[in-house]
């Protein structure tokens, strides 16, 4: 099956930095990339996601790349603030990453 | 248009009992899928439910069941608790089947079940 692995777990940035969270998966065939969003009390709800036919997709502060020769992708947050704080995951197929903990600091 | 509900949010049982939890799709939707997430860890796939049938199965025993009725709302219930099924349970629908695919799934808030 999918095996996904997604890095860091935790990551602390200063309001208006950028952050990075990467991604990477075993399945080549595998061909749609979702990005999910979770708050405290909610379920994840999806951001932004790609499909294997493009390199990049950009949705206002937020994008997604993804490299398939190597099996991996990222999510990045511009200009964070500190509504951009919450846990988020990555999905492959019906896999889901283990989460990052992304805490922005004002 | 209401998103996808579930009931109850909270739910306290003890080892050996038995627990149904329920779910009502988004408008619209026609697959089930159930995740169970325990604390700090990503959703993990327990089944998914398409025309009242489960189509795919992710690594859970089979004390985990589940049921899709004619309106779409789907059940899932778990026998023979054990202090290890602690968890919050997600269900998310979809148009169609997903994974692998473009069909979305919308997330409901979850069910938090706690085995004592």
């Known amino acids: 099956g999918e095996n996904v692995e997604q890095h860091p777990s935790t990551l602390s940035v200063q309001e208006g930095d950028s952050a990075v969270i990467k991604c990477t998966y075993s399945?080549?065939?595998?061909?749609?990339f979702p990005w999910y969003k979770q708050e405290l009390g909610k379920g994840p709800q999806l951001i932004i996601d790609?499909?294997?036919?493009?390199g990049e997709k950009k949705d206002q502060r937020i994008a997604v790349t993804l490299n398939k020769t190597a099996k991996h992708f990222s999510l990045h947050i511009t200009e964070t603030q500190p509504e951009d704080s919450a846990v988020y995951f990555c999905?492959?197929?019906?896999?889901f990453g283990a989460g990052t903990i992304l805490r922005v600091k004002s | 248009d209401a998103g996808v509900t579930q009931s109850p949010t909270h739910l306290i049982k003890t080892r050996g009992q038995q627990v149904t939890l329920r779910c009502s799709p988004k408008s619209g939707h026609d697959t089930v899928s159930w995740y169970q997430q325990a604390l700090g860890q990503g959703p993990q796939f327990i089944f998914q439910y398409y025309e009242e049938e489960e189509r795919q199965r992710g690594n859970f025993p089979d004390r985990f069941s589940g049921h899709q009725f004619p309106n779409y709302s789907s059940e899932l219930n778990v026998n023979a608790l054990l202090l290890g099924d602690s968890a919050l349970y997600l269900c998310?629908?979809?148009?169609?089947?997903?994974?692998?695919?473009?069909?979305?799934?919308?997330f409901g808030a979850g069910t938090r079940l706690s085995v004592l």
């Open positions: 790609i499909r294997s036919n493009v």
């Open positions: 399945d080549s065939a595998s061909n749609y």
């Open positions: 998310a629908s979809s148009f169609g089947l997903a994974g692998g695919n473009k069909n979305i799934q919308y």
């Open positions: 999905a492959v197929k019906l896999v």
